[in-house]
């Protein structure tokens, strides 16, 4: 989608890395171009703030966790070099599902798409999706579906090679996980405030000032999608809005971008190149 500035200047490259928030209100998956999703409110109002027109393009799927979009960052080269090395602006919008209360463990999930015959695989999904609660409630909640010590690994992996795919020169900010009213996750999600003040310090350590989503989200928790999870248009205006007034400082050289990794900007300053 492309929101609509100055025509004077050349469209302003806005890629989201994100998941199913991303494309998902509270009636469902939406097609990439409808404007409450939060990654088009925000191209809207870079546009309106910066006078220039805005494209966005949004990495995302269902149940999107930090694993699967370093795989994707990775190994998908049109990602890689045609999406994310020409941005000027980043937004990593995964790890809500990383910190989910953990149910039946992510190895089993992995495993159902390849048993056959198909209506056995079918019983067999039912009966994990049917047990997950369960799960959850025995263990009050206190289990992440990817344990904090693994996300942080790939977290890190994940922020400092999106800074090296860019040379460090995009605006780039990481929005904190979202949580839920869900009872698929039996309506526990005790973890929560320290997984997010976790991840939040992860990436502005790691270049990427964070914008917390569930304060944002929590006083339309009542307008949640019958999934409990996906959030309605308000509280995508809200969140889609906080990204944009956390990535103008950057886009308007009040602030620091990015940046380039600290090995990879020594390595450079050492050969004589400049990181800047």
């Known amino acids: ?43 809207r109002h870079l546009a309106e703030q910066l006078g220039r027109n805005v494209e966005v393009v949004v990495v995302a799927r269902a149940g999107h ?21 020409r941005a000027d602006a980043l937004i990593v919008g995964v790890g809500s599902f990383d910190h989910a209360p953990g149910g039946i463990p992510p190895v089993l999930d992995a495993v159902v798409p390849h048993l056959r015959p198909d209506p056995l695989r079918r019983r067999v999904r039912r009966t994990l999706h049917a047990a997950y609660p369960w799960v959850v409630r025995a263990t ?39 949580s839920h009213r869900s009872a698929y996750y039996a309506h526990a999600h005790p973890r929560h405030p320290a997984a997010e003040r976790h991840h939040l310090e992860l990436a502005a350590r790691h270049g990427f000032p964070g914008v917390p989503t569930w304060p944002l989200v929590e006083p339309h928790a009542d307008e949640l999608n019958p999934d409990g999870i996906h959030w309605p248009p308000a509280a995508h205006a809200a969140v889609g809005r906080a990204a944009a007034e956390a990535l ?10 990015i940046g380039l990794p600290e090995a990879a900007a020594a390595a450079l300053r050492a050969s004589g190149h400049p990181t800047t």
């Open 65 to 85: 966790t930090v694993r699967e979009a370093l795989r994707t960052v990775t190994k998908d080269r049109h990602v890689q070099f045609d999406l994310i090395g």
């Open 248 to 257: 103008l400082p950057q886009l308007r050289g009040e602030q620091p971008r």
């Open 140 to 178: 009050r909640g206190r289990r992440r579906r990817t344990p904090a010590a693994e996300f942080e690994r790939l977290f890190v992996r994940l922020l400092d090679h999106l800074r090296g795919l860019t040379w460090g020169r995009a605006a780039g900010i990481a929005l904190g996980p979202t």
């Open 1 to 43: 989608m492309t929101a609509a500035g100055s025509a004077g200047s050349g469209p302003l490259r806005l890629v989201v890395v994100g998941d199913s928030t991303s494309f998902t209100d509270h009636r469902g998956p939406q097609l990439p171009d409808h404007p409450s999703l939060y990654p088009n409110v925000t191209a």
